[in-house]
Every structure is written in structure tokens, then in C-alpha cells.
Nanobody
Framework: QLQLVESGGGLVQSGGSLILSCAANAASGRAFSTYTMGWFRRVPGKEREFVAAIVGNGRNKFYADSLEGRFTISRDNAKNTLYLQVHYLQPEDTADYYC?????????????????WGQGTQVTVSS
């Protein structure tokens, strides 16, 4: 069991930046560093959208084609924490942002492969 808690969301003006965090509590004893972690976002009424993923050791990162360049995923395994830096926020980035944990060998962009999810943090971008 892995408990995930996101934070860092809020209201920001268009063009602004945010850093989202996802703190992990590995209750089962399996180390945080053994999970591939991902960020997804969801607008009410729409499907959850892949944003980015990062493998356990942090060496490989994956981004949604339309978002690469403005989003940066990173992790600190010593702190059991995942991050998402977002620059040049636009109103269309308004969504609930979720972090998830999965095994390495499955598709990073398919939300069905993620074993654990946080409760989400809301990001609202004003124009």
C-alpha cells in the first residue's frame, strides 16, 4: 500500500508558475524508489489526461507531447516526494492534478496501469 498526498495547487494568473508536490508514505515497506510515478490531470466531465511520468531512479522522464517544455517532472527519493514544475500556465491548464504510482514495465500514459492515486490538488489559471 502506498499513500499519496498532493499539494501546491491554487489560483494563479496566466503566465505564472507553480510547483506541485506529491508526498508518498510507503506503508507496505516497498520503497518509493521502486515505483514509476506519474502526473495526470482531469477537467470535470473529461477523461484523466496524462501529463508526465518518471522512472524510479529519475533518469528517464516522459511527457505528453502537447505539454513538453512547460512541465518538468522530478523526484527526490530520499524525501519520498514527486514534483511537477509548471511554467507559463494558461487557462486551459485549469484542472485537478493527480499523482499516481505504478510498476515500471507498463505503459506510462495509461491511467489504468497506476496502482495508487492521490486525492488531487486543484489548479486554477485565471486569464
Amino acid at each position: 500500500q502506498l499513500q499519496l498526498v498532493e499539494s501546491g495547487g491554487g489560483l494563479v494568473q496566466s503566465g505564472g508558475s507553480l510547483i506541485l508536490s506529491c508526498a508518498a508514505n510507503a506503508a507496505s515497506g516497498r520503497a518509493f524508489s521502486t515505483y514509476t510515478m506519474g502526473w495526470f490531470r482531469r477537467v470535470p466531465g473529461k477523461e484523466r489526461e496524462f501529463v508526465a511520468a518518471i522512472v524510479g531512479n529519475g533518469r528517464n522522464k516522459f511527457y505528453a507531447d502537447s505539454l513538453e517544455g512547460r512541465f518538468t517532472i522530478s523526484r527526490d527519493n530520499a524525501k519520498n516526494t514527486l514534483y511537477l514544475q509548471v511554467h507559463y500556465l494558461q487557462p486551459e491548464d485549469t484542472a485537478d492534478y493527480y499523482c499516481g504510482a505504478k510498476n515500471f514495465w507498463e505503459s506510462h500514459s495509461d491511467s489504468r496501469n497506476y496502482l495508487y492515486w492521490g486525492q488531487g490538488t486543484q489548479v486554477t489559471v485565471s486569464s
